[in-house]
């Protein structure tokens, strides 16, 4: 079990002042991490699955840990791994929260601060995140030690390459550059992760791969949680 002073190192690392609205202009102006829900560790998290993607909802107090609030991710990734084969069994939208817990799966925001364009939601930059993954990111891994990191869209990407979850192409490669089904190693946190990268839990992307249209729900995200969820229980 990871300790609460490691936990605490991470949460007052976020709160520290150096991610502000004059410093990062899309940071949502006045808001606070994780849309002011107090963030707390798993604690029964034991060498776990970590998902991890972009920011909190921006013009909202939502977000995927708080029970009070709805949030539209937290709907997306429930109805998501009830397609997923070797994943647990999720009973209920109102018991997810808790039952993903309990399958020793955690989620985290590559970017704690939700961000916005005028009153529009929005997504942190590349280098918002990669000082995330610089400064603050490290501290959270470094504490719960997962066995498996699923990187989830372009932004988590980022975070991951940053982290050196992931190695390889250039400064300007996609994420469907980076996309695969088995998972990249790496010992760089000083433990052994496998880390997988996918996309952003959305039906709607098609790519071209050797000419041949792809769906990249269909044909990469769920093939590669169900890889995820089968290295987790072995």
Not at 18 to 38: D, F, L, M, Q, S
Not at 80 to 99: G, H, N, Y
Not at 165 to 183: C, E, H
């Amino acid at each position: 079990m990871p300790s609460s002073d490691c936990w605490s190192e991470f949460i007052a690392s976020v709160r520290s002042g150096c991610c502000t609205h004059e410093k990062y202009r899309k940071i949502r102006k006045g808001v606070e991490p994780w849309n002011a829900y107090e963030l707390e560790r798993p604690k029964e998290f034991n060498k776990g699955l970590l998902f991890l993607l972009e920011a909190p909802p921006g013009g909202s107090d939502h977000f995927f840990w708080n029970p009070n609030t709805p949030d539209r991710l937290r709907k997306r990734i429930f109805d998501l791994l009830r397609e997923v084969k070797t994943a647990p069994k999720f009973s209920a939208p109102d018991r997810f929260i808790q039952e993903l817990l309990e399958s020793n799966c955690y989620l985290l925001p590559a970017f704690s601060y939700a961000c916005a364009e005028g009153h529009k939601n929005s997504n942190p930059t590349r280098s918002m995140v990669e000082h995330s993954a610089r400064v603050h990111l490290p501290l959270a891994l470094a504490c719960l030690k997962p066995r498996i990191v699923v990187l989830m869209g372009e932004k988590a990407l980022f975070a991951g390459k940053t982290m050196d979850l992931v190695n390889g192409g250039n400064k300007r490669a996609r994420l469907t550059d980076y996309l695969s089904t088995t998972p990249y190693p790496s010992e760089k946190l000083g433990f052994h992760v496998d880390t997988f990268v996918t996309s952003w839990p959305t039906k709607r992307y098609v790519i071209k791969k050797e000419g041949v249209k792809l769906s990249v729900y269909r044909d990469y995200l769920i093939p590669t949680l169900i890889n995820a969820f089968q290295l987790l229980i072995k």
